[in-house]
């Protein structure tokens, strides 16, 4: 038995509000993707400059972007 997928997902919290600034406020997996090789590519410093992010937030932003796009795909 599989659950019904939802029409919509909302994602909330300290990731998903600095990702915002990132990729903008409605985003799905290939643009939270794009999110990540962006962030890998820069220090975490250089990223919380560049998009006016909490320096110890952008530390743990890579990861957020990961675990987001994989929700994004389960939840289709």
């Known amino acids: 038995m599989r659950p ?6 909302l994602a ?6 600095a990702l915002a600034k990132v990729v903008g406020r ?3 997996a290939d643009e939270l993707d794009r999110a990540a090789k962006l ?3 820069r220090p975490a410093a250089k ?4 998009f006016g992010i909490d320096a110890d937030r952008a530390e743990t932003l890579l990861a957020g972007a990961l ?3 994989g929700a994004c795909r389960l939840l289709g």
Not at 4 to 9: I, K, V
Not at 47 to 50: G, P
């Open 4 to 9: 019904p997928s939802p029409d919509l997902a």
């Open 67 to 69: 675990l987001l796009a």
């Open 26 to 28: 409605r985003f799905d």
């Open 47 to 50: 990223a919380a400059r560049a």
């Open 12 to 17: 909330v919290g300290g990731s998903a509000r």
């Open 39 to 41: 962030l890998a590519r």
